[in-house]
């Protein structure tokens, strides 16, 4: 088997979970090899994982056919592919399978990401519809979760702008979450790019989303945040970009607004406040040079 298919098999298993998987990759990288049974046992003793369930579902018919449906439905991109992204690599617990539809080339492009909150105000599409025509007529690419509220925003008017824009799911490709995002994730598919490192199937499990915030952290270049609660998921997407050296900016709002706490207090921390897309488009200069 080659190492390709046995990474995509190993995360069809059931409990190999990140920390697992990351475990078999590194071995991987430092032997130039696959594990045999007994260094299997040695590498997940300790994590939380049912061994003989495991070898189980990696010796099984079942988890076969789920590779054969997965490479059917899309794309699979491994942490051993040329294309796999060098900045998302490079970060704690990186995905080893990404499952993905559309246009992987955006990967490769500068990355802006923008995540915020999904009961959003008035306030916070006024400030999308200010920043956003400007970053994409610098071909920025613009991440984001594909939640309602600021997410689901900030993708549809990057592609009103006719520019391109990149979807992480936590859930499957088949799955759409939530469920008036249909047309959304549809267009998003062939126009830009979705990526989710949930197989076929996976429905919106709350667990799935702060995994899914390391990716869009991962991918970017630098992080937006639009309006965020104290202790928001948006605000852990920013801690974790934080942690992984990515720049944080934040647009300010209103001392007397809720939905302005978290990004007033990412200010206040040191990031980087947002009065107009120069302030976005500062972080980008070098990429942009080296674009052209």
Do not use: W
């Not at 130039?32 to 049974?37: A, N, V």
């Not at 099984?60 to 056919?65: C, E, L």
């Not at 699979?76 to 592919?81: G, N, R, V, Y």
């Not at 759409?176 to 062939?190: C, D, G, H, I, S």
Request: charge should be positive; charged fraction near 20%.
């Amino acid at each position: 088997m080659d190492d390709r298919s046995f990474l995509l098999r190993i995360h069809l298993c059931s409990g190999i979970g990140v920390k697992g998987e990351n475990k078999i990759y590194s071995f991987m990288q430092k032997n130039k090899r696959q594990p045999q049974l007994i260094e299997l046992a040695e590498l997940l003793s300790g994590l939380k994982i049912d061994l003989q369930q495991f070898l189980t579902d990696f010796h099984s018919q079942a988890t076969t056919q789920k590779m054969i449906i997965n490479q059917h439905h899309g794309g699979i991109l491994t942490i051993l592919d040329p294309e796999y992204p060098a900045q998302l690599k490079e970060t704690f617990e990186p995905p080893n399978i990404l499952f993905y539809q559309g246009r992987l080339e955006l990967l490769k492009r500068p990355i802006l990401a923008i995540v915020g909150a999904r009961n959003m105000t008035k306030y916070a599409t006024v400030v999308l519809k200010k920043l956003i025509p400007d970053i994409c007529t610098h071909q920025i690419t613009v991440v984001s979760g594909a939640a309602r509220g600021v997410d689901s925003l900030a993708h549809r008017l990057v592609l009103n702008a006719n520019s391109d824009t990149i979807a992480v799911l936590g859930t499957g490709l088949d799955q759409v979450y939530p469920r008036k995002n249909y047309e959304l994730q549809t267009l998003m598919a062939r126009r830009g790019l979705v990526l989710t490192e949930y197989e076929l199937g996976q429905k919106p499990l709350p667990y799935h989303f702060p995994l899914r915030n390391r990716i869009i952290a991962g991918l970017c270049q630098s992080l937006l945040v639009v309006e965020a609660k104290h202790h928001s998921g948006s605000l852990i997407t920013a801690n974790i970009a934080l942690q992984e050296n990515r720049n944080i900016l934040a647009v300010p709002g209103p001392i007397n607004s809720n939905l302005s706490v978290g990004t007033n207090e990412l200010i206040q921390a040191g990031a980087k406040p947002v009065l107009n897309s120069t302030d976005i488009l500062e972080d980008f200069l070098n990429s942009l040079t080296n674009q052209t």
